[in-house]
T-cell receptor, first 110, second 112 residues
Framework: TQLLEQSPQFLSIQEGENLTVYCNSS?????LQWYRQEPGEGPVLLVT?????EVKKLKRLTFQFGDARKDSSLHITAAQPGDTGLYLCASDTGRRALTFGSGTRLQVQP | DTGVSQNPRHKITKRGQNVTFRCDPI?????LYWYRQTLGQGPEFLTYFQNEAQLEKSRLLSDRFSAERPKGSFSTLEIQRTEQGDSAMYLC??????????FGDGTRLSIL
């Protein structure tokens, strides 16, 4: 079973700061998805990356997929309190079900 | 709202009781998934249906757990003889073929 390691586990920053969170595996991802989950709600898909070296942008969020497709990063520019939540990476690892990392819990203080 | 719907949102029960959760997927989605999420962790896969057929079950799904999707639409997840360790958020997701999964807001189970 492919394990996805996310770092850091917890991040508390001030509004306006930049941050990067990481997702790593010892195995190659077939594809990778990033989700955000708020307390009491289900995960919401942010992006899917498929091609090694791919970069996708979603407003202030930039997602990068490693060239070898074993790692990915999420960079947030000028974080806002609304960015607060649990950021999860997930891969289908060739199966239909998703394997999730344990997440990075982000707290953005106003 | 045409998203994935889960009921109840919160269930509190005594250890040893049986509980049943319901998931209504997005109507045109033929795939349905159940996951379990404990505090501080990401969701863990439990089982998966394509239409009414249960195609995959995780080793996390002990004999006390059973899931059904009788008409290929809604699904139920039953836990018999609940234990303290069953306390978690139970998430349902649905998708179309090779498309991203859409998650419901979960049922939070608390075992007293």
């Amino acid at each position: 079973t492919q394990l996805l390691e996310q770092s850091p586990q917890f991040l508390s920053i001030q509004e306006g700061e930049n941050l990067t969170v990481y997702c790593n595996s010892s195995s190659v991802f077939s594809s990778l998805q990033w989700y955000r989950q708020e307390p009491g709600e289900g995960p919401v898909l942010l992006v899917t990356v498929v091609t090694g070296g791919e970069v996708k942008k979603l407003k202030r969020l930039t997602f990068q997929f490693g060239d070898a497709r074993k790692d990915s990063s999420l960079h947030i520019t000028a974080a806002q309190p609304g960015d607060t939540g649990l950021y999860l990476c997930a891969s289908d690892t060739g199966r239909r079900a998703l394997t999730f990392g344990s997440g990075t819990r982000l707290q953005v203080q106003p | 709202d045409t998203g994935v719907s889960q009921n109840p949102r919160h269930k509190i029960t005594k250890r040893g009781q049986n509980v049943t959760f319901r998931c209504d997927p997005i109507s045109e989605h033929n795939r349905l998934y159940w996951y379990r999420q404990t505090l501080g962790q990401g969701p863990e896969f439990l089982t998966y249906f394509q239409n009414e057929a249960q195609l995959e079950k995780s080793r996390l799904l002990s004999d006390r757990f059973s899931a059904e999707r009788p008409k290929g639409s809604f699904s139920t997840l039953e836990i018999q003889r609940t234990e303290q360790g069953d306390s978690a958020m139970y998430l349902c997701a649905s998708s179309q073929l090779n498309q991203p999964q859409h998650f419901g807001d979960g049922t939070r189970l608390s075992i007293l």
